[in-house]
């Protein structure tokens, strides 16, 4: 049962992570992550035999807790790299609102013109 | 001397004008105020009093309003920058006497310091920062600063930008580029109105530790054990 339900869900986020990105509510490149990682859920869920096979021969003898931990892991990643990219942009966004800043007071002593409304 | 006063403000309506007005008579440096989205009257005051005033237009804190006044310091290649809070903990009287060892080529950053200020409690918190950065400065947190050229382009810079106080990850930064920090003593009463922005509640204090605690670990550049 637990394969069924594993190999519904991997079609179902296949389903949705397209729509997302035709709609651009996630950029390709974030989407290729997302992509891979589905594509080993359905094929945990169309082919469990393949699994137990990896299992066995890495040396686990129960093969649904390599999943459990290869599925932490990644998630574990995925946060970690957010966190990076969301430094960088902060970062990024901090100089941006700085340089915005500077601008419109230059603009500001040149033309005596106040600062545009948000 | 092509110098400025970058000033900080947030909601300082209340204290600012007396303190332009002591500013103006104690030294003839042009001042300019970053308005960190103060939502009473800082920066309409500041604009009446012949103060050049840079708007933000979303709020950086502190350290990320004094770097915007830094930029634009970079950008006119000023010899000095002075830093200090609008909050009338520093007296501009004391100006002259940091800038000196500035002018006189000892060091590239001279901080107005009191180190007796506060409870015994900010003095324990002090001491901890010490022992996890290894940075002998006695006090880590004053903003009263004097910086020149050198330092103003190091502080102005991207690296910068990644700090959220104004405090230890900056003393971190000037000990790795191998600048000189002096020490000047100076007299810092509390704040004339209002409350402090970072020990504002026990959490923020939590926070703010937690954060320069580990922050100071990880950028520490002397070998554990040295002081």
């Not at chain 1, 729509?19 to 080993?40: F, N, P």
């Not at chain 2, 001042?31 to 939502?39: A, M, P, Q």
Request: neutral net charge.
């Amino acid at each position: 049962m637990i394969t069924l339900l594993t190999a519904v869900f991997g079609v179902l986020l296949s389903a949705l992570m397209l729509y997302l990105m035709r709609r651009d509510h996630l950029q390709i490149s974030h989407g290729l992550g997302w992509t891979l990682a589905i594509l080993i859920c359905s094929l945990m869920g169309f082919a469990p035999s393949l699994f137990d096979a990896v299992a066995v021969g890495i040396g686990v003898s129960y093969a649904p807790i390599l999943g459990i931990a290869l599925a932490i892991a990644a998630l574990v990643i995925k946060a970690l790299l957010t966190d990076i990219e969301i430094s960088k942009l902060k970062t990024r966004e901090q100089r941006l609102i700085q340089k915005v800043a500077l601008l419109e007071s230059e603009i500001r002593e040149v033309t005596g013109r106040p600062p545009i409304d948000d | 001397m092509n110098a400025a006063i970058v000033m900080p403000a947030l909601n300082e309506a209340a204290t600012i004008e007396t303190l332009f007005h002591d500013i103006q008579t104690s030294v003839s440096l042009p001042i300019w105020l970053v308005d960190d989205c103060s939502t009473d009257a800082t920066g309409d005051l500041a604009s009446k009093m012949d103060v050049k005033v840079i708007r933000l237009p979303a709020p950086l804190g502190a350290w990320g309003a004094t770097q915007t006044g830094l930029r634009e310091a970079a950008s006119r290649d000023l010899d000095f920058v002075i830093t200090m809070d609008a909050d009338g903990q520093h007296n501009p009287e004391d100006i002259p006497a940091l800038l000196a060892p500035l002018i006189a080529g000892e060091c590239d950053v001279s901080i107005g310091s009191a180190p007796d200020r506060g409870s015994r409690l900010r003095r324990l918190a002090w001491r901890l920062m010490r022992l996890t950065s290894g940075l002998r400065c006695t006090d880590l947190t004053s903003g009263f600063r004097a910086l020149n050229a050198r330092a103003v382009d190091l502080l102005a810079g991207p690296s910068a930008s990644s700090l959220v106080y104004q405090d230890v990850g900056v003393l971190l930064m000037l000990e790795k580029a191998g600048l000189r920090v002096v020490e000047v003593p100076v007299a810092m009463p509390q704040r004339a109105d209002g409350k402090s922005r970072i020990f504002r509640s026990w959490l923020a204090v939590a926070h703010y530790m937690a954060h320069t605690l580990l922050l100071s670990a990880a950028k520490r550049k002397r070998p554990w054990g040295s002081r």
